[in-house]
Nanobody
Framework: QVQLVESGGGLVQAGDSLRLSCGAS????????MGWFRQPPGNEREFIAR????????YYANSVKGRFTISRDNAKNTVYLQMNSLKPEDTAVYYC????????????WGQGTQVTVSA
């Protein structure tokens, strides 16, 4: 059974940094892309970044490009989201997700972790 477990969320001040982790288990993810999404209060879930598990190639939404960095540690089966220069508008529940690289829909989702950025 595939499990994605996010951690690292919390309450920080504007300008601070935070690193989220997503531990993946239950299968091998060689042909998977891992993504980070977020859902701000009262808004729809939005894509932030993804990374290919095999070659580590990243891709970012324009809203976070230059501030957020996605990475993965194959040995630990963990994907990270380093978030710098956080803004109040980054406040959201952050989700980790996984899909086959040839699919467009994400198949597996974590339970989410709350990030709150105060002004």
């Amino acid at each position: 059974q595939v499990q994605l477990v996010e951690s690292g969320g919390g309450l920080v001040q504007a300008g601070d940094s935070l690193r989220l982790s997503c531990g993946a288990s239950g299968r091998t993810f060689d042909n998977y892309a891992m993504g980070w999404f977020r859902q701000p209060p009262g808004n729809e879930r939005e894509f932030i970044a993804r990374i290919s598990w095999s070659d580590g190639r990243p891709y970012y939404a324009n809203s976070v490009k230059g501030r957020f960095t996605i990475s993965r540690d194959n040995a630990k089966n963990t994907v990270y989201l380093q978030m710098n220069s956080l803004k109040p508008e980054d406040t959201a529940v952050y989700y980790c997700a996984a899909r086959k690289i040839w699919n467009t829909e994400y198949t597996y989702w974590g339970q989410g972790t709350q990030v709150t950025v105060s002004a």
